[in-house]
């Protein structure tokens, strides 16, 4: 079975970057667009940023120009850059193919606090 497992997240503050990381146990991303996504206490799940096979990048608007995708296929890895974080963006932080979707990782904690 195909598991997803992210990692990286942790304790911020407001203003601080941190990098999560999406690993795969084998090679289920290389051929297809990859998105982050995270999902906030009492609020649903919310694309947060895309890549698609060939590099190319969106963004939801609230992290547009903060936060950075980028995807290494040889390492089955991807990664979102966070900069400048808010307290609004604390959430938990997960990966998964948008338009071919297996299971949920069990995600990594993102906690922006003074």
């Known amino acids: 079975q195909v598991q997803i497992v992210e990692s990286g997240g942790g304790l911020v503050q407001p203003g601080g970057s941190l990098r999560v990381s999406c690993t795969a146990s084998r090679s289920i991303f290389s051929a297809y667009d990859v998105a982050w996504y995270r999902q906030a206490p009492g609020k649903q799940r919310e694309l947060v940023a895309g890549?698609?096979?060939?590099?190319?990048?969106n963004y939801a608007d609230s992290v547009k120009g903060r936060f950075t995708i980028s995807r290494d296929n040889a390492k089955n890895t991807v990664y979102l850059q966070m900069n400048d974080l808010k307290p609004e963006d604390t959430a938990v932080y997960y990966c998964n193919r948008p338009f071919s979707f297996i299971a949920w990782g069990q995600g990594t904690q993102v906690t922006v606090s003074s």
């Open positions: 890549i698609t096979t060939y590099g190319a990048t």
